[in-house]
């Protein structure tokens, strides 16, 4: 059974920062890792995904400079440090695995597993 778990959400004021979580079970033959957030009324929206055969990173430029996905492979884990963050960063973050497409991709729609999503909320 395959499973993708978050955590690490929570509340933070502006300017501070934040490590997610992704726990990744049931599968490890997949292409890409991404994170993904969404808002309160907005569609989904790629945040970061990394490509596991050669490690090359994507970053949305919202999240450029701020933002810091990472891997460990021996545990199966994604992170995703957030720093710096602003109240427009509220949302509830998803990690997400594609076992199709060989380059991680900020499409939502070719990712096959989701985690349940954790809330970060940056607000003073």
């Known amino acids: 059974q395959v499973q993708l778990v978050e955590s690490g959400g929570g509340l933070v004021q502006p300017g501070g920062s934040l490590r997610l979580s992704c726990e990744v079970s049931g599968v490890t033959d997949y292409y890409g890792l991404g994170w993904f957030r969404q808002a309160p009324g907005k569609e989904r929206e790629a945040v970061a995904c990394i490509t596991i055969s050669d490690g090359s990173i994507y970053y949305r430029d919202y999240v450029k400079g701020r933002f810091t996905i990472s891997r460990d492979k021996a545990k199966n884990i994604m992170y995703l440090q957030m720093n710096s963050l602003k109240p427009e960063d509220t949302a509830v973050y998803y990690c997400?695995?594609?076992?199709?497409?060989?380059?991680?991709?900020?499409?939502?729609?070719?990712?096959?597993?989701w985690g349940q999503g954790t809330q970060v909320t940056v607000s003073s």
């Open positions: 997400a695995a594609d076992v199709r497409h060989r380059i991680c991709t900020v499409v939502v729609g070719w990712y096959d597993y």
